[in-house]
């Protein structure tokens, strides 16, 4: 497996990719049994309990604690007012339970894609193996593609991340086999190496044909 050197792939500069993107209103996705939201203060304890959580921190340097936390749900809440779009909020729609977060967002760290979109998510552990990082995640792309109208999305995650690895395979999206080392986590650490999916606009339509 040969590791991508930073810059390998050109894209759109960042500012077209914002101005392509930018929208008017506070977007929200609902699916058959999620609703994709803006971040509430009510979330922020639960999330913080997640992100204090090793086992859904396993693929991360680092638990966080309460303040870190904070600060991400945030940032998280911030983004999605400033751009209309982002990790929104997972709210089951049934039990109005907040869950945790999926959605899109343009890393600000230099990548091997960068500029790029990622799809991401993070939910507690008491919510993993229902299908909801698939269910949110498929409504992210197809705003991805048909509101945003990109050419791509990418998501990665540390070699080691199975489950991850396995959603990115549902929403299938392709391995492209040009593994990285994550540029904020530090050399030599057991997660560095990461590996890169991307689903293009032609390989989404025709998977949802």
């Not at 540390?158 to 904020?184: C, G, W, Y």
Request: glycine letters at 4%; a positive charge.
């Amino acid at each position: 497996m040969r590791l991508a050197p930073i810059g390998m792939k050109k894209h759109l500069p960042i500012k077209d990719i914002d101005e392509k993107m930018r929208m008017t209103k506070i977007v929200e996705l609902k699916t058959e049994r999620l609703l994709l939201r803006q971040w509430k203060k009510r979330d922020f304890p639960i999330f913080s309990t997640m992100n204090a959580d090793p086992l859904v921190m396993e693929y991360y340097p680092d638990v966080l604690t309460e303040t870190e936390s904070d600060a991400m749900a945030h940032k998280l809440e911030s983004l999605l007012a400033k751009r209309s779009w982002g990790f929104w909020a997972v709210e089951l729609i049934k039990e109005k339970q907040f869950i945790g977060f999926v959605g899109l967002h343009k890393p600000t760290y230099e990548l091997p894609v960068t500029p790029c979109v990622e799809i991401g998510w993070r939910l507690g552990k008491e919510y993993w193996g229902n299908g909801y990082a698939t269910e949110g995640a498929k409504a992210a792309l197809k705003f991805a593609f048909e509101e945003l109208n990109l050419n791509e999305v990418y998501s990665f995650t540390s070699v080691l991340n199975e489950k991850s690895r396995s959603v990115m395979a549902r929403l299938n999206m392709q391995n492209t086999k040009t593994n990285f080392e994550h540029p904020i986590i530090p050399k030599g650490h057991r997660l560095r190496e990461h590996v890169l999916y991307e689903i293009t606009k032609k390989q989404w339509e025709n998977t949802t044909v």
